[in-house]
């Protein structure tokens, strides 16, 4: 069985992960960690009062020999050295915390490489929002004109998200830079006009009820073209982080995005 610690394992995605791992019998959970937890142990939790799992709350404390695969929903401030604790200790990181800066991303994947650990950054998990992204790739090279709007709930803390930025970046990779609207346009508020990623606008929308839904907008000359895709419940993106915790072990490298496993 693959030996997992979650990260994160106070947070909502954390809490939908925790479970996901103890209801599979392909997945043995060693250990749960969080700085901020005020627990010793698994089973002082309510929702895991039957389970006997050690919740660290330092990373020295961490018993990396029982530990394969390291899953991290934590936060932006904490993500990098997490990864750089998982891939020193030979341990397998699997990422779905967004806030990773290119530099810290291109570091982690010297680390992978030296040490010849696998490891996985998935902006989502969502079989649906990799297709979007896909699909979304393709439909570029034909409506170059693009604008992005993400939503999310108002916990987030990351503005874009991972997902929206990814997305900006796979359309980036076959298409043109280019100034979209008006090139005299004025915003009259400032940020009217969204985020700019090389010419492309992405728009973040945060309000309480919703999950992970993202649109992709293109325009032509006479028609338009809209990819949408939406989470309605964490528990979508538990398929994904279970073929990432079972296959990522194979692997001697970073790799970035969930396609890469499918």
Known sequence: MVKILVAGFKGRMGNTTTKMVLENADFELTGVYDPNASENNLNELSDFKDEDVP????????????????????????????????????????????GLTNDQVAEL????????????IAPNFGISAVLLMQFAQQAAKYFPDVEIIEMHHDKKLDAPSGTALNTAKLI???????????PEEKESLIGARGADYEGMRIHSVRLPGY?????VLFGGKGEALTIRQDSFDRIS??????????????YDELLVGLENLL
């Open 237 to 250: 993106f538990m398929s994904g982080v279970a073929v990432a915790a079972k296959k990522i072990g194979d």
């Open 172 to 182: 980036s990779e076959v298409r043109k830079q280019k100034i979209q609207g008006n």
């Open 211 to 215: 999950v992970a839904h993202e649109q």
């Open 109 to 120: 994947k010297e680390i992978a490489k030296k040490n010849k650990v696998g490891g996985l």
């Open 55 to 98: 919740a660290y709350t330092k990373l020295a404390d961490i018993d990396v020999n029982s530990i394969d695969v390291w899953i991290d929903f934590t936060s932006p401030a904490s993500v990098f050295e997490n990864a750089k604790f998982a891939f020193l200790h030979n341990i397998s990181p699997v990422i779905g915390t967004t």
